[in-house]
């Protein structure tokens, strides 16, 4: 027959071993209340400073975005103020374009306006010089005749000396001189020279007779002084002769023949071309294009090619 187990001598889990001083609080309770007392404490204060920490910083961070939001706000002040400038920029700038393009065409109806009246200009010149040659187209000039006391009514004078040089003319009265005098000199001639004598004949016919008498009778001298014949012509006319005249020295340097036709032209001979001037300023143009074309070198076609 088994034998029965002992009752051993094991405490029950439930029933807790009371102190020996009596009625109190278990040791363990008490010491488990200390601890988490003294944690709940430091949490605390954890707490409060990290609160304090955060409160500080969104106080920061609030300042620090309240300047930013007036730096935005300044700036964006200054772009609206910038864009208003630029606006009105833009405004003087379409302002000045307008009135450049508006001085543009001004400009160029100046130009056209000009070339008009320099053409017009040009043209009542020659018209001018023309009226003024046809005035003058029975007057002939004759220089290097000396003055003398005999000379006092200067036109009967003529009247009988012009027959005398040029025996081929005959004036059959003294009506066909209708006036005659002398061009006064200017201040920087010598009172020994001669003074021009101008000489207005009753006819244009008469005036040719006697050039062309003065230019057959090859040099005419009378007192010892060189006299020649010329038709009168306005100053206008004189200027552009005299400057034609300097021109053939130069034209025919570059191999051209020239001669100066009457009133006021030159004609020019190069290559077997001809060419008519009327301007003084032509000639120059001409000279210059014809320079600079015989100036230019001459590809060398001579070569030798070497076997």
């Given amino acids: 027959m088994p034998k029965c187990k ?28 200390t601890g988490d007392t003294t944690r709940q404490g430091g949490a605390e204060i954890t707490l409060q400073t990290l609160f304090n920490t955060i409160n500080t910083n969104t106080g920061r961070i609030e300042k620090s975005i309240a300047q930013l939001e007036a730096k935005i706000d300044n700036l964006n002040s200054r772009i609206l103020s910038v864009e208003k400038r630029m606006d009105v920029a833009e405004e003087k700038v379409t302002a000045i374009t307008d009135k450049v393009g508006k001085a543009e065409e001004g400009n160029n109806q100046t130009m056209h306006l000009f070339s008009s009246i320099v053409k017009d200009n040009l043209s009542l010149s020659r018209r001018l010089e023309y009226l003024e040659n046809q005035v003058r187209a029975c007057n002939i000039r004759i220089l290097g005749l000396v003055e003398d006391n005999d000379q006092k009514d200067l036109g009967t004078f003529l009247s009988e000396w012009i027959p005398s040089i040029l025996t081929s003319v005959s004036l059959p009265s003294t009506d066909c001189i209708t006036r005659a005098f002398r061009i006064p000199l200017r201040e920087t001639r010598s009172e020994q020279t001669c003074r021009t004598v101008i000489v207005k004949l009753a006819s244009e016919k008469l005036r040719n007779e006697i050039l062309t008498a003065a230019r057959g009778s090859g040099e005419i001298i009378y007192k010892e002084k060189k006299i020649l014949f010329f038709p009168d012509v306005s100053p206008i006319t004189q200027r552009r002769r005299k400057a034609f005249l300097e021109y053939k020295v130069a034209l025919s340097d570059i191999g051209a023949r020239a001669a100066v036709l009457y009133p006021a032209k030159l004609r020019v001979e190069w290559k077997n071309q001809s060419y008519i001037f009327w301007d003084p300023m032509q000639v120059d143009h001409f000279l210059a294009n014809k320079r600079s074309s015989t100036q230019q070198p001459v590809p060398d076609s001579s070569g030798s090619d070497s076997d």
Avoid: I, W, Y
């Fill in 6 to 33: 002992e009752k051993s001598n094991k405490k029950d889990f439930f029933v807790l071993e009371r102190p020996a001083g009596g009625l109190g609080k278990s040791p363990s309770l008490q010491h488990h209340a």
